[in-house]
């Protein structure tokens, strides 16, 4: 059993990740931190510690405005940061419009866990994805190796491409394999040639043209909830797409598994935390795995590369 999970960020999908950890029973101890007054992140532990003793689960909980809280952590999964909300012109703000002020967040999340839990594997859902591990990496990467930090996009932006294609072909979600890749924006690359439905290609069951809007709703996923929910972002799917990494490391199940990873010379792609697929066990991330993509797609995933290395630009420009 894992001895502790620290979740950074007690919010929307901070939220979700602590209750279904104590639903789950997934670790021994959870930490929850969060800066929110008077005492958001105890109240929340409050909460679900009292529920505890209804489902039957003796997972520790834990919650403070202290960093303090998440000593020893095995996992850090984090979430502190603005989400993306509707304006009242009605239209939002893009995940890279966050940079400014999540970086200065994500600034005080490193040096908390350089401080507490410099030997944990670090999970990060913050927005802009790419961007923000990058940021964990260069302040954590004296404590902790490539291996072990990672960003959570992929699962997510697979998971809704899947959902799409099941509801398009009537068939279940599990028949469904598909896969995103590239940065966790709008330029992401939904690859159609390694979309499988039962082992079958996926235009035996979905036609080209439905295909084509699948992939531009995927891309677009993040959005279209932001938009109907009128006030933050996606956030319970997030959370099991966290914990479904987490589940891989923990078990280790060495499950291929999109994840935000840095990359080395992979898919020609240089010192950039990019979404790719990789073997996720109890090391981390174990192996990077190339597929075979189309000339479109290359292309596709090059843009989306072109699109994080922008953003990340701008984390170096500002000094750490
Ligand atoms: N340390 C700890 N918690 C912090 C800090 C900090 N330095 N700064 C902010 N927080 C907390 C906020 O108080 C808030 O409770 O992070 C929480 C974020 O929760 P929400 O606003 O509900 O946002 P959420 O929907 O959970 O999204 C979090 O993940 O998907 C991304 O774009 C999303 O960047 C956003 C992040």
């Not at 689960?57 to 809280?69: C, L, R, T």
């Amino acid at each position: 059993m894992i001895g502790k999970i620290a979740v950074i960020g007690g919010g929307n999908i901070g939220g979700v990740c602590v209750s279904e950890i104590a639903s789950r029973r997934l670790a021994r101890k959870a930490a929850l931190v969060d800066i929110k007054e008077p005492d958001f992140a105890k109240g929340k532990c409050l909460d679900i510690a009292e529920g505890n003793a209804v489902i039957g689960s003796d997972v520790i909980m834990e919650g403070s405005k202290s960093y303090e809280v998440i000593e020893g952590a095995d996992f850090v999964i984090n979430t502190a940061g603005v989400p993306r909300a509707v304006r009242p012109d009605g239209t939002f703000p893009s995940r890279e419009e966050l940079l400014a002020t999540n970086l200065k967040i994500t600034d005080a999340v490193a040096a908390g866990i350089k401080q507490y839990a410099p030997d944990a594997f670090v999970i990060s859902v913050a927005n802009p994805l790419d961007a923000i591990v990058y940021r964990l990496y260069l302040q954590l990467k004296e404590q902790i190796p490539k291996t072990k930090i990672m960003g959570m996009a992929g699962v997510l932006d697979s998971a809704r491409y899947k959902y799409f294609v099941a509801e398009a072909a009537g068939v279940s979600v599990e028949n469904v394999e598909a896969v995103v890749l590239g940065g966790h924006g709008d330029t992401m690359v939904p690859i159609r040639s390694a979309c499988r439905i039962y082992g079958l290609p996926v235009t035996k069951f979905v036609s080209e043209s439905d295909l084509a809007a699948i992939e531009t709703r995927t891309r677009k996923a993040g959005g279209e909830v932001v938009g109907l929910l009128g006030s933050g972002s996606a956030f319970v799917s997030p959370a099991w797409s966290a914990l479904d990494m987490l589940e891989s490391i923990a078990y280790d199940k060495k499950k291929i598994t999109p994840v935000c990873a840095l990359l080395d010379g992979e898919y020609g792609v240089d010192n950039l935390f990019v979404g790719v697929p990789v073997v996720l066990g109890k090391a981390g991330i174990e192996k990077i795995i190339e597929i075979d993509l189309t000339d479109d797609e290359k292309a596709a995933l090059q843009n989306s590369v072109d699109a994080v290395s922008k953003t990340c630009a701008e984390v170096d420009k500002t000094a750490i």
